[in-house]
């Protein structure tokens, strides 16, 4: 299966995985443990192709629930008293880590990010806010900081 194939299929199936949440809120107990422990890597996966769904516009709330649900289960799987946990908005402060060295430093720091997996490594995987980008990069947790809760739950 080639790349486009692949990104097509996750696609529709997010699309399909986000209907159901519309139509019964909250996932399904075994995809909710399906998606309890994905890795860095399938973690971006997920995120950045719902996020490219959700920037271009392609049924964004039921999507925005399904990325709320997700980061949810994501957020249940990290102790609670870690410095940082998935759905925790960040900021990137210091020196840019190398995986952002092609992008525009001065706007990177005005994004407000999402933290969308938090590894037992010192990294973690941030994801911009949906309405203006989908990028998700894995970065130093010590290269953001922790911004006050301005909403409710996880997104």
Do not use: C, K, W
């Amino acid at each position: 299966m080639n790349e486009h194939t692949a990104e097509n299929v996750i696609a529709r199936l997010l699309q399909a995985l986000a209907e159901q949440v519309a139509a019964s809120p909250g996932l399904a107990e075994a995809a909710a443990e399906a998606l309890a422990d994905l890795s860095r890597a399938e973690s971006e996966t997920v995120f950045g192709e719902a996020g490219l769904l959700v920037h271009y516009g392609a049924d964004t709330e039921a999507l925005e629930a399904l990325i709320r649900e997700i980061t949810a289960v994501q957020r249940r799987e990290v102790a609670q008293d870690a410095p940082l946990r998935p759905g925790d908005e960040v900021r990137l402060v210091g020196e840019l880590p190398e995986s952002l060295a092609g992008y525009d430093g001065t706007r990177l720091r005005e994004t407000t990010f999402t933290v969308r997996y938090v590894s037992r490594a010192p990294t973690i995987a941030i994801q911009s806010d949906l309405a203006e980008d989908y990028l998700v990069a894995t970065v130093p947790a010590s290269a953001v900081e922790r911004l006050p809760s301005r909403r409710r739950g996880p997104g």
